[in-house]
C-alpha cells in the first residue's frame, strides 16, 4: 500500500501552486477539511487554518506553506499556471519531469494531511500559509489569534533526523541602475550561458554552484570594445542564477575567445554550456564606458558566504539573485542569523552602491528565529526520534529563510522547531525527496504526538 503522505503529496501535485496562484490549492485543502468534518478558516490571502480539537487536549501547532518555486528545463514545454508536475519514483526518490518537484513545501503539507486524516487521539491546528517563496505574505498577514497552541512545528526544512532550532533572517534588496541607451548599432551577438546546477541561495550557497551572471560577466570583459544592449540573467531572489543572457555588439572576432572560456569553465562546471548566434537588426546600445561599468560592477559582486560559525555552518551570505539591464534592475538576497555580520554586508552594499552610482532599495526583511535547545519541545522530538532510533537526532541552525519569525511575533512564548525529510536541490529542476526519509519523518512525528497526547 502507497505511503499516505506521498498520496497526498501526488494529489497536490496536480494543482498548479506557483506563488501568488493558489487559490487552487487553497481550495483543495478546504474540501479536504469538509470532507472530513473539521474546523476551517480562509482568509483573502488564501491561507487556510483546519482545527481539529480532541478531549479539549492542548493542541500541537503544524505549520505548512502551500507555494512552490517553478522552475523548468529550457526546452520543456510546461505551463506552471495550468499544467500538474509530473512526479515520478526512481532510485529511492520522488522526482519530476524537467521541472522543480515542489517537495518544497508540498511534502510538508502533505504530512500534515496525513496527520489530519489520521486517528491518533491528539489536538491539532493545521496552519497552510501562501506565498513564502516570494512576499512572505501569507505568514505575514495571517491572523492567528484563535489558535490555542503554544508548540509549533513547521515542515519545511530539508534534512532528514535533523531538528533545526535556528534559521536566518532574508533582506530583500533592490539595486536600481541608471543606464542610458544613447547609441545604435545594427550587427550583435547574443550569448546564453546556462548548465548551471542553480539551487536555493540558502541551502546551495556554500556548495560552489556558480552564478550565471558572475560568469557571463568575467566572460564578457575579456571583449575589449564590447557595447550591450542587454543582459538579463536570474528568475527569483531565492534562486541562485543558472541561466543569463546577453546581447552586445563588438568588432572583435570571439567565436574562440567564447570556446574556450567554456573550456575552462567546463573543468569546474560539467554541464556548462555557452551557445553563440549573430543578430542582425538596428537596437540600441550603451555607450563603452557604461558597458564596462556595468560588467565590471557584476563581475566584482560578493555573491556567495561571508561567514560560517563555530560549527561550520553559515551565517551570513548574499546572493546576486536577478540582473535586468532593460529596467535597470540588480535583485539581491541577504540571509544571516548574526546581525552585527548582516549590518556588515549591508555596508559593502552601500560601498558598491556608491562605487558605481546606483541606488540601494531595502524592500523587505523577515526575521529569522532561535529556540533554546533545553526547551521542552525539543527534548520531547530527541525523546520521540530515539523510539526508532539508536541515536540522537542532529541539532542545528539553517541558513535559510523561513516563516516562523513571523509566528514567534503573533504568539507571545511560542516554542518552534523545523523538521522534515529529506530533499536535495530545491527550487532547481534536480528537486527530490527521499521515499524513505518520509516514511521516517512520519514515523516520527507520530511518536511524538502519541507521546504527548
Not at 529550457?74 to 520522488?94: A, P, Q, R
Not at 546556462?194 to 550565471?212: A, E
Not at 560592477?297 to 551570513?316: A, D, Y
Request: glycine share 6%; aromatic share 8%; with cysteine.
Amino acid at each position: 500500500m502507497e505511503n499516505k503522505t506521498i498520496y497526498f503529496f501526488k494529489e497536490i501535485s496536480k494543482i498548479p501552486r506557483e506563488s501568488g496562484n493558489e487559490e487552487k490549492i487553497s481550495n483543495y485543502i478546504i474540501d479536504f477539511a469538509k470532507k472530513r468534518n473539521l474546523e476551517y478558516i480562509k482568509d483573502k490571502y488564501n491561507n487556510v487554518i483546519i482545527k481539529k480539537y480532541v478531549n479539549n487536549k492542548l493542541p500541537i501547532i503544524l505549520q505548512a506553506h502551500l507555494d512552490m518555486v517553478c522552475e523548468k528545463d529550457l526546452n520543456k514545454d510546461f505551463n506552471f499556471k495550468t499544467d500538474s508536475i509530473e512526479v515520478i519514483e526512481e532510485d529511492g526518490y520522488l522526482k519530476a519531469n524537467g521541472t522543480t518537484l515542489g517537495a518544497d513545501n508540498g511534502i510538508g503539507v502533505a504530512e500534515i494531511l496525513n496527520l489530519l486524516d489520521s486517528n491518533l487521539d491528539v489536538s491539532i491546528e493545521a496552519v497552510f500559509t501562501t506565498c513564502e517563496e516570494t512576499t512572505m505574505e501569507g505568514a505575514e498577514k495571517i491572523d492567528l489569534s484563535s489558535l490555542k497552541g503554544t508548540r509549533m512545528i513547521n515542515l519545511d526544512g530539508f534534512d532528514a533526523d535533523t531538528i533545526l532550532i535556528e534559521s536566518a533572517s532574508f533582506t530583500d534588496i533592490d539595486i536600481i541602475l541608471d543606464y542610458k541607451f544613447s547609441e545604435k548599432d545594427n550587427h550583435f551577438y547574443k550569448i546564453n550561458l546556462t548548465g548551471l546546477d542553480g539551487g536555493h541561495s540558502g541551502f546551495d550557497i556554500n556548495k560552489n554552484k556558480g552564478n550565471s551572471v558572475i560568469l557571463l560577466s568575467d566572460l564578457l570583459l575579456n571583449i575589449s570594445d564590447i557595447r550591450i544592449n542587454n543582459f538579463s540573467g536570474g528568475t527569483k531572489i531565492n534562486v541562485i542564477p543558472s541561466t543569463s543572457e546577453v546581447i552586445f555588439t563588438t568588432k572583435e572576432n570571439i567565436i574562440d575567445l567564447v570556446k574556450n572560456y567554456e573550456k575552462e569553465k567546463r573543468k569546474r562546471y560539467s554541464n556548462l554550456k555557452i551557445s553563440i548566434e549573430e543578430i542582425n537588426s538596428e537596437k540600441n546600445i550603451l555607450n563603452k564606458e557604461d558597458t564596462k561599468k556595468l560588467l565590471k560592477s557584476l563581475s566584482s559582486f560578493k555573491h556567495g558566504v561571508f561567514n560560517i560559525n563555530e560549527r561550520g555552518e553559515v551565517t551570513t551570505s548574499e546572493n546576486l539573485s536577478l540582473v535586468n539591464l532593460e529596467n535597470n534592475l540588480i535583485q539581491v538576497g541577504l540571509r544571516s542569523s548574526r546581525e552585527k555580520e548582516r549590518e556588515k554586508v549591508l555596508e559593502y552594499l552601500k560601498d558598491f552602491c556608491k562605487e558605481f552610482n546606483y541606488e540601494l532599495i531595502i524592500r523587505g526583511y523577515q526575521k529569522g528565529f532561535k529556540t533554546e535547545e533545553s526547551s521542552k519541545l525539543v527534548n520531547d522530538l530527541i525523546k520521540a526520534y530515539r523510539m526508532v532510533n539508536d541515536k540522537n537526532p542532529t541539532l542545528k541552525s539553517v541558513h535559510i529563510g523561513v516563516e516562523v519569525g513571523f509566528f514567534k511575533d503573533k504568539i507571545k512564548g511560542l516554542d518552534v522547531v523545523i523538521i522534515s525529510p529529506k530533499i536535495i536541490g530545491a527550487h532547481s529542476i534536480n528537486e527530490k525527496v527521499e521515499i524513505d526519509s518520509i516514511i521516517k519523518c512520519d514515523k516520527w512525528l507520530i511518536n511524538y504526538l502519541e507521546m504527548i497526547k
